[in-house]
């Protein structure tokens, strides 16, 4: 291959490389998903996770209770995948929730967190 051959192939190499990165800072950037994560505590029954998936998430009484049986087996369960602002929304909504009137030693609400999904936490409540 001569040399000018090889300034060629150079040249659209170049011009192809430049229209792929064009092409991706003109496609849309996704949010970062965070998880919303509900930990255990042995100052809740089942019913106050139900009711909080329920009136919170809108989730069904039978989703609920398998949400407040990971918690309580596994120490947490994770009850939403969002954008990192309305996670931070449902985390505080959980902290503001209140306490279990099913159980005398309940002193407030249930803790939350959130964590990036880039984590990979492998408890996955879907």
């Known amino acids: 291959m001569t040399s000018e051959n090889n300034v060629v192939a150079s040249v659209q190499e170049r011009s192809a490389e430049n229209r792929n990165s064009a092409d991706r800072a003109s496609q849309p950037r996704r949010q970062p998903k965070y998880h919303v994560i ?33 918690v309580h087996t596994a120490g947490k369960a994770i009850v939403l995948t969002t954008t990192g602002e309305h996670a931070e929304l449902k985390r505080d909504q959980i902290h503001a929730y209140g306490k279990d009137a099913l159980v005398a030693r309940c002193a407030g609400s249930m803790s939350s967190s959130i964590e990036p999904e880039s984590w990979r936490i492998s408890l996955l409540c879907q």
């Open 38 to 70: 509900l930990w255990n505590d042995d100052d809740y029954s089942f019913w106050y996770v139900i009711a909080i998936m329920k009136a919170l998430f809108h989730h069904a009484a039978e989703k609920g209770y398998e949400i407040a049986k990971q």
